[in-house]
């Protein structure tokens, strides 16, 4: 079954490398749903707003006086 399917050498390649990028995310949200039953838009607002404070440092010295 597992020889059936033939990929090309790039494609195999790329297959493998966007899932390397892919795992961490993933398993962060699988973590994070398992923590506590969020709902998707709320994951994607809390990955969006850690993302903000990690580039902007500026904003949480704002938030914060």
């Known amino acids: 079954m597992t ?9 195999s390649s790329f297959n493998v ?9 993933i398993s962060r949200f699988l973590i994070a749903g398992a923590r506590r039953v969020a709902s998707l838009p709320e994951m994607i607002l809390a990955l969006g707003t850690a993302t903000l404070f990690k580039l902007t440092p500026l904003y949480i010295n704002a938030f914060r006086t």
């Open 3 to 11: 020889q059936k399917v033939k990929l090309r050498p790039f494609e």
């Open 17 to 25: 490398r966007s899932r390397n990028l892919l795992k961490p995310i």
